[in-house]
Nanobody
Framework: QVQLVESGGGSVQPGGSLTLTCKTL????????MGWFRQAPGKEREGVAT?????????????GYTDSVVGRFIITRDGAKNILSLQMNNLRPEDSGMYYC??????????????????WGLGTQVTVSS
């Protein structure tokens, strides 16, 4: 059974930093799209960052970000530990929300507007306020 387990959320002041992690269990796809999404109360779920992996043979990957987080957030993956991370710097109040990790195939592309994924985590809450 595939599971995605997020952690690392919390409360920080504006300008602060947090690193979210998503541990993937029993997910053995060699080529995949993974991403971080967030949802604030009363708002639609928004894609934050994505990572495309093109197979162990190439060890190549690509990343994408929504405009509002470019230069502040970094998405990475530790393949040996099966952990997807999101380093978030210079946080703003508008970054607050529930952050979800998602995983799926590469069919259809891998980008922050994508909403169809095979697996989702339960989320971790991020609150940015003074």
């Amino acid at each position: 059974q595939v599971q995605l387990v997020e952690s690392g959320g919390g409360s920080v002041q504006p300008g602060g930093s947090l690193t979210l992690t998503c541990k993937t269990l029993n997910y053995t796809a060699d080529k995949f799209c993974m991403g971080w999404f967030r949802q604030a109360p009363g708002k639609e779920r928004e894609g934050v960052a994505t990572l495309s992996a093109f197979g162990a043979a190439t060890d190549a990957f690509a990343t994408g970000y929504t405009d509002s987080v470019v230069g502040r957030f970094i998405i990475t993956r530790d393949g040996a530990k099966n952990i997807l991370s999101l380093q978030m710097n210079n946080l703003r109040p508008e970054d607050s929300g529930m952050y979800y990790c998602a995983a799926g195939g590469l069919s259809g592309g891998c980008y922050t507007r994508r909403r169809t994924f095979d697996f989702w985590g339960l989320g971790t809450q991020v609150t940015v306020s003074s």
